[in-house]
């Protein structure tokens, strides 16, 4: 392969190549295209990567433990960052009150973050600086993005790119070499968004931003980002049972969730893009908020037309519960589904978090993922990092093998929705393949387990033996290494 200003300039045997200036021997590695991650948050990556993992609780008791060892870590003022707790994990569910908290962080500030981070566990101290009672110790939705604010807000600005910078290093380690930041009021601010975008293609993975505020068409185009998509709240999630879902949620306190938008105003918000020329998009996880996105996207192709609406490649971040007329709806429209195929394996299936909070029946339809790809949907893989971890092999493998067979896809079209998805879900339409012409962005592997028609063997056999995963060498960004073991 013959790389020249960036691009791919030829493709062929060996002994046919061209002069070069520089010859590198990869050895009998495997070249790939490289990965996409199409929904990440790099700052809370960042400070999971060298913070407070408390994915491996499974009590109260344990989770104040771990608060208590990393508290003592931190300076007396300081924000006790911490993120991955699921309770959904543990025999009792009983969560730590907000006095436990403070105790064991010895009176700092606590922020936790649940898996889905659409909740968090808080101390009094930050419960009472965002104004908010200080009894409770979760908080949800609005109160949970007030808290989150402070808590962020609380990093210096070299302390956030810091923490961006090493969530950056760790894709371009993993073979990412592009990743979608998904920032917005809630979920982060525009100087966090703004940081990130200036650390774009500096030695690390591009960075394609995405700013979630509704109306926000115009804002997102100042601020540098793609669109006025990501998150983008339609509703909030599973976990923290706050999406929207038609039928009530089975434990907890029952109800269908929380709804943020109705069909005008996401019809609105699209005219807007349509106008702004930027991407519009939702977070939509629950049936009833999927319904209520889709029929925004009729009401506007209801003004400007199908072809229109179709043109911008709007997208959908998550589509966790959806059926076949909505599947439907996104083809005509030309919706981007932007999934986590992750979620599946740590929460799907007949025993875990969908099955409690939806009931298994319901829980087994949850992300068609292979369902949408075999009707047409364009799909964009990600992680939604910190939620689930920077791991790209992983989310392939997920969506290959998924708890529910009758979504399977194939290991190659899983493979192509986390890379060339992730190009053309961002608007880049000459990445994503190993061709003469297209951007020179690839990965470099070993591959233990050996390579089957172009890809390595990554599902278990019949015996269910697991394969080693491919560990990667090289990350190239439009010719340019980023990464090198």
Known sequence: MLVR????????????????????DLENTLVTPAFVDAHIHATDTGLAIDGLDLSPVRTSGELLEAVRAFAVTRPPGAVVHGHGWDESTWADQTLPTAAELDRAAEGRRVYLSQASVHSALTSPALLDAAGLPTGESLVKEEKHHAVRALALNDLSPSQRTTAQRAALTRAASLGIAAVHECGGPGTSS???????LALSGQGLPRVFGYWGELGGALKAKELGAVGAAG???ADGA???RTASVREPFLDGHGGCGEAFVTAE?????????VTVGVQGGFHAIGDAAIETVLEGFALAAKTVGVDAVREGRHRVEHVELIDK?????????????????VF??????PDRMYAQRLGVERAMTSNPIGAMYATGVQLAFGSDSPVTPLDPWAVVVAAAAPRNPVYRMSVRAAFAASTRGGWRAALV??????????????AVWETPAGVREGLPVLLPDAEGATPDRPVCRRTVLDGETIFEA
Do not use: N
């Not at 200003?5 to 590198?24: E, N, Y």
């Not at 105003?265 to 893009?273: I, R």
């Open 265 to 273: 105003q996401a019809a609105e918000h699209l005219l807007d893009c």
């Open 231 to 233: 998150d983008l709240y």
């Open 344 to 349: 599946d394996a740590l929460w799907g299936g």
């Open 5 to 24: 200003d960036g691009r791919i300039a030829w493709l062929g045997a060996t002994p046919d190549a061209p002069a070069a200036d520089r010859t590198v």
């Open 325 to 341: 007329a909505m599947i439907a709806r996104m083809v005509e429209f030309g919706v981007v589904a932007s999934v986590q195929p």
């Open 190 to 196: 525009e100087a966090d968004l703004t940081s990130v």
């Open 429 to 442: 339409d000459d990445a994503g393949v190993l061709a003469p012409g297209a951007a020179a962005t690839f």
């Open 238 to 240: 599973l976990g923290s």
